[in-house]
């Protein structure tokens, strides 16, 4: 078999990079070792940044989420038993979020892709990547009984954290920087209409809290929790009384319901340097993970392809290899950012078990701070609806 780029994995990166390519006039062929049904139903993100909505509508897949997806003006910061919101539309002049499952967005580009007679294989195994450094790299992997091989012009590693591309640089290549929280997020999906029409960040002193939701009759709900829990700790009355005492404020009551699926996600941040080795391209959690308190790491996929894309498109039209060679250099500085963000966040909103009550006394503070002087509340807001696609320092310097 051959390809012109060969595609590891249909997540968000993989298909929407496939999709791209495709309007660019080039093929691809997405390998993904998980079933349609399963990537089709894998909860996770939620949140939907400006320049991601806009991505998706220029390129033919928003029509969808346009119809059911919930454009946010805002979210709200509950701390201290107060309610404060940050209106993002007014902060960041005329920006939102949409809220709509990444599910969601995986079913439109699979669609997109099959219409097309754009090939994914599902359930394939024993994938290994081969030849990074020749002109013809190569993957190998297993479908049904048959081993087969992809030789291709360019390999996209776009497998996830626990995929196979990344391990397979040579080692030394590669830079690391990683840090891992010391707690996880416990969350779940219900059958409950939201209790709040906007996004509830919550910081308490029993841990962090989140509500979300998915529609008008589904609520997407996280706790703080022991990055070791166990769910079976978890009845639901627990769950829904845990949730009702870290969300409260007075007058406002938290709707239950059946809950649908829940699970443990750990918090971590990681970025390995460069996200390439010579014809292998890393894009999405294959070469960074931000913790989710940001919502930032579909919409890093989404940048990363975009960014990937606009150079196979270049190098495959005018035969330069300029932008591939810039991949990294072009992504990075917005993938830090975005790290930036993360982190800041998720330590502005969590309590930390050794942080004492003076960690205490200053997130509070921040929080003050960020739902009080509109230089901090803006500076929240222009991160949280997203830098621009392919923001970089020098383009917006202020002195
Ligand atoms: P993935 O979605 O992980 O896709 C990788 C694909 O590769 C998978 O389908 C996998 O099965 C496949 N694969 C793995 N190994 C192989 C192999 N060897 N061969 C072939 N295929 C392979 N981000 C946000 O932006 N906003 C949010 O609100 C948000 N909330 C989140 C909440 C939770 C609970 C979690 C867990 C994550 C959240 N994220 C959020 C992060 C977001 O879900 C990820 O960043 C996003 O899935 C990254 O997309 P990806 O395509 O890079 O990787
Ligand atoms: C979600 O809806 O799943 C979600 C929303 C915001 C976050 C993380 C997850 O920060």
């Known amino acids: 078999m051959r390809t012109q780029v060969g595609i590891v994995g249909a997540g968000p990166a993989g298909l929407l990079l496939s999709h791209l390519l495709h309007l660019g006039g080039i093929e691809s062929v997405v390998l993904e070792i998980k079933s349609r049904d399963y990537v ?21 897949v928003g029509r969808r989420m346009q119809r059911e997806g919930l454009v946010h003006h805002g979210i709200q910061l509950r701390f201290a038993g107060r309610h404060r919101r940050l209106d993002l539309f007014q902060l960041t002049n005329g920006r939102a979020i949409t809220v709509y499952g990444q599910h969601e967005v995986v079913k439109d580009l699979i669609a997109a892709r099959l219409v097309a007679g754009g090939p994914i294989l599902f359930e394939i195994a024993d994938v290994s990547v081969h030849g990074m450094t020749t002109a013809t790299p190569t993957i190998r992997f297993r479908k049904d009984k048959e081993v087969l091989e992809l030789t ?50 919550a910081y308490h002193e029993r841990g962090f809290a989140l509500h979300s939701m998915r529609s008008h009759a589904i609520t997407r709900l996280y706790l703080q929790c022991e990055p070791d829990e166990e769910l ?23 709707t239950e319901g059946p809950i649908l699926q829940r699970g443990i996600t750990g918090m971590r941040s990681f970025v390995v340097e460069p996200m390439q080795y010579g014809r292998l391209f890393l894009a999405g959690d294959a070469a960074h993970i931000v913790p989710a308190t940001g919502a930032k790491g579909l919409n890093l996929a989404v940048a990363d392809v975009h960014i990937l894309a606009r150079a196979l498109v270049e190098f495959y039209s005018s035969d330069k290899v300029d932008l591939l060679d810039r991949y990294s250099e072009t992504c990075l500085p917005r993938v830090w950012q975005a790290q930036r963000f993360s982190w800041w966040m998720t330590s502005m909103l969590h309590r930390f078990g050794d942080g004492g009550a003076f960690q205490q006394r200053v997130q509070l503070a921040e929080l003050e701070y960020v739902t009080s002087s509109r230089a901090a509340a803006t500076a929240l807001a222009e991160n949280y609806v997203g830098l621009p696609l392919g923001w970089l320092p020098e383009a917006s310097p202020l002195g």
């Open 152 to 201: 291709c012009d360019f390999i996209a590693g776009c497998d996830g954290f626990h995929g196979v591309c990344r391990p397979s640089i040579p080692k030394g290549t590669l830079t690391l920087y990683e840090r891992n929280y010391p707690f996880a997020w416990l969350g779940i999906l219900a059958e409950a209409p939201p209790s709040s029409e906007e996004l509830i960040y």
């Open 40 to 60: 089709e139903k894998r909860i996770r993100a939620g949140v939907l940044e400006q320049g991601t909505v806009n991505l998706l509508i220029e390129s033919g």
């Open 232 to 254: 079976a700790n978890w009845p639901d009355a627990r769950i829904w009384a845990e949730l009702g005492t870290r969300l409260a404020v007075p007058g406002w009551t938290l």
